[in-house]
């Protein structure tokens, strides 16, 4: 008996095959013949309604859109898509990883797709460029891994993010944050504190950045810095967004984010936002801050101290000084980290809010403001409250900012 995925690349062939490829052929067009492939099909076999409207869908999804991935991509309950190779597309939808079930139907339809998506956003990605990072048009990140680098590839990473933008009444809502601290660090934002988000994969971060956006004033000019447009900021009207470029084929052309943090202090920002910093633009970002210029950012980190131990060694992997200059730097240039995790029953929490107070005998001193403590369990979910610990020692840029 003919499997489905049998069946679907031999009707995508009679579409092929009765399609007009001397011009561009509308949705509306392309939609009739698929159903004139399918009604054709049933004259040989009997298909059930469900199965001939799902061949449909998919025949449509295969020539518009994104084949085998529309559906899950469609799926607001799905957070993650895991593509590992042709045979197996992993999914996550509620904290839980499974196996969707679906597969491509060839390693080039694959291929076709990722070609599809990386041209998206002028990205490009072959066998002497096999790893790239790229975006959906609804602004889903994508990260994509080629041979001969992934021995069972192509390998496609989709995070999703909700289509509606959360906000910090949300995450107060769902507990994520408590109303004391979500005011509290309104304030910050208002004070114009430099801030350090921090947490491992998936913890949340870009969520959260979005949602403390919101309380930037809307008189204040703020230049956005990422290496692939994520961030939902809305309600700034003076707000410039700058995306990083890879290198063009000859090796040339690429701009990074140290080179776009340099151009942004020549566009008189109020504030800089970098989404994320990796590396040597460490050494840009925390210069701009000790210039005058507030900002946030977000770093990958188990705890709020392995933070601030990743960017030293991301600025001494850009300048080489000693490491009592970078901690100095660091302590000066920063005000706030907030830490945040994935606990395990899979929810997002902000488990810490620290001060950072001083350089003092070989450490950057830290003030402990907020910390997450674990209650207890209700059916399977962990209760906890995040409670503050302490006060805020540093005070200037409040006055300043009229508090």
């Known amino acids: 008996m003919e499997r489905h995925e049998e069946k679907l690349e031999r009707l995508q062939?009679?579409?092929?095959?009765?399609?007009?490829?001397?011009?561009?052929?509308?949705?509306?067009?392309?939609?009739?013949?698929?159903?004139?492939?399918?009604e054709k099909e049933t004259e040989e076999e009997f298909l059930p309604l469900r199965?001939?409207?799902?061949?449909?869908?998919?025949?449509?999804?295969?020539?518009?859109?994104?084949n085998v991935l529309q559906e899950l991509l469609e799926d607001d309950a799905v957070t993650e898509i895991m593509i590992n190779g042709t045979q197996n597309?992993?999914?996550?939808?509620?904290?839980?990883i499974s196996q969707s079930g679906r597969?491509?139907?060839?390693?080039?339809?694959?291929?076709?797709?990722?070609?599809?998506?990386?041209?998206?956003?002028?990205?490009?990605?072959?066998?002497?460029?096999?790893?790239?990072?790229?975006?959906?048009?609804?602004?889903?990140?994508?990260?994509?891994?080629?041979?001969?680098?992934?021995?069972?590839?192509?390998?496609?990473?989709?995070?999703?993010?909700?289509?509606?933008?959360?906000?910090?009444?949300?995450?107060?809502?769902?507990?994520?944050?408590s109303k004391e601290a979500a005011e509290f660090l309104k304030v910050l934002m208002q004070s114009k504190m430099h801030i350090l988000i921090s947490g491992s994969t998936g913890s949340g971060k870009t969520t959260f950045l979005n949602a403390l956006s919101d309380f930037i004033p809307k008189d204040e000019r703020m230049i956005v810095i990422e290496d692939n447009?994520?961030?939902?900021?809305?309600g700034l009207p003076n707000l410039v967004r700058l995306e990083t470029r890879n290198a063009n084929t000859e090796g040339e052309g690429e701009i990074s984010i140290r080179q776009l943090i340099k151009a942004a202090l020549r566009m008189r920002p109020s504030r800089i936002i970098v989404g994320e910093v990796r590396s040597v633009?460490?050494?840009?970002?925390?210069?701009?801050?000790?210039?005058?210029h507030p900002g946030a950012s977000t770093i990958h980190a188990n705890s709020a101290k392995d933070a601030l131990g990743r960017l030293e060694t991301m600025v001494l992997m850009g300048m080489n000084i000693p490491l009592e200059a970078v901690q100095r730097q660091i302590a000066s240039g920063l005000d706030i980290l907030i830490h945040l995790g994935r606990l395990r029953d899979k929810t997002r929490r902000v488990l810490e809010i620290v001060e950072i107070l001083d350089y003092e005998k070989g450490e950057v001193r830290l003030n402990p403001l907020f910390r997450f403590e674990e209650t207890g369990v209700d059916h399977g979910k962990i209760q906890g409250v995040l409670k503050k610990v302490g006060e805020l020692k540093k005070r200037d840029k409040f006055v300043e900012a009229g508090y």
């Open 51 to 66: 199965e001939k409207s799902m061949l449909g869908r998919e025949l449509f999804n295969s020539f518009r859109k994104l």
């Open 89 to 96: 597309i992993f999914i996550e939808r509620g904290g839980r």
């Open 103 to 177: 597969r491509f139907i060839s390693k080039g339809k694959l291929e076709d797709i990722i070609q599809q998506i990386v041209a998206g956003v002028n990205r490009i990605v072959n066998e002497s460029t096999p790893i790239v990072d790229a975006r959906l048009p609804d602004g889903s990140r994508v990260h994509v891994v080629l041979s001969p680098v992934a021995l069972n590839g192509p390998i496609v990473t989709i995070r999703k993010f909700p289509k509606q933008r959360i906000t910090m009444e949300q995450l107060c809502e769902w507990d994520s944050v």
């Open 229 to 234: 447009a994520e961030l939902q900021i809305e």
């Open 281 to 292: 633009e460490a050494v840009d970002m925390l210069q701009a801050l000790n210039t005058g």
């Open 13 to 38: 062939e009679q579409v092929l095959e009765e399609m007009d490829l001397t011009r561009e052929v509308d949705d509306e067009e392309l939609v009739d013949l698929i159903y004139h492939v399918v």
